[in-house]
């Protein structure tokens, strides 16, 4: 079965700060990747997403995220933290395009003003 | 993209009653799923539900507890069946639009069960 895990459940940057969040994905063949955003309150948000082709996708908001096959990771990215940016980060795998999605635990960002 | 709205967004319900949850999508689509996050998790799916067929529960999930309707391509219910504090979540639908890609959620529905 596929896991999705999310090693940091909390991380406090500072605005303006770099910002990466990690994800690993355990799953036989190529997956289909998502980052989506849960601002408190509101329901879930598609940040950017990774079917094929170029490893670097690039996102709303600033975001970008990576996939690494040989880590099987899909970090997620951004050069410059803003305090709207505050909010619970999940990353997402699907085993096709359309179908059901297994979450990793989530990663809450806190950004310091 | 679709447009994915709910109702209710929130209630607050005694235990041992029942409460259905709508979610209506502005286009026509084939799969709907709904999941569950307790309080401070992740999602996780509670069931596919697409038109024309039962709903498929995942383990742990039983349709005399959630059972689902489907009646069309643009809408679909959840209820919780005989609540119990530990039924206290907030349930999301979502979608993924026929010509496949990303799947889309609607805002959430915040139930507390006292």
């Known amino acids: 079965a596929q896991s999705v895990t999310q090693p940091d459940i909390h991380i406090t940057v500072s605005e303006g700060a770099s910002l990466e969040l990690r994800c690993n994905y355990s799953?036989?063949?190529?997956?289909?990747l998502f980052w989506y955003v849960q601002s408190p309150g509101q329901g879930l948000q598609l940040l950017l997403k990774y079917f094929s082709g170029d490893t670097l996708v690039q996102g709303i908001k600033g975001f970008e995220a990576e996939f690494k096959r040989s880590q099987s990771s899909f970090n997620l990215r951004k050069p410059s933290v803003h305090w709207s940016d505050a909010a619970e980060y999940f990353c997402a795998v699907g085993y096709n395009a359309g179908n059901m999605l297994t979450f990793g635990g989530g990663t809450r960002l806190m950004v310091k003003p | 993209s679709a447009v994915i709205s709910q109702k209710p967004s929130r209630d607050i319900c005694q235990r041992g009653t029942s409460l259905t949850i709508q979610c209506q999508v502005d286009s026509q689509v084939t799969m709907m799923f709904w999941y569950r996050q307790q309080p401070g998790q992740s999602l996780t799916l509670i069931a596919t539900?697409?038109?024309?067929?039962?709903?498929?529960?995942e383990s742990g999930f039983v349709i005399d507890k959630f059972p689902i309707s489907r009646p069309n391509l643009t809408f679909s219910t959840l209820t919780v069946s005989n609540m119990s504090p530990e039924d206290s979540s907030i349930y999301l639908c979502?979608?993924?639009?026929?010509?496949?890609?990303?799947?889309?959620f609607g805002p959430g529905t915040r139930l507390l069960v006292l």
């Open positions: 799953y036989g063949a190529t997956p289909y």
């Open positions: 979502s979608v993924t639009p026929d010509f496949g890609g990303t799947q889309y």
């Open positions: 539900a697409n038109q024309g067929s039962e709903a498929t529960y």
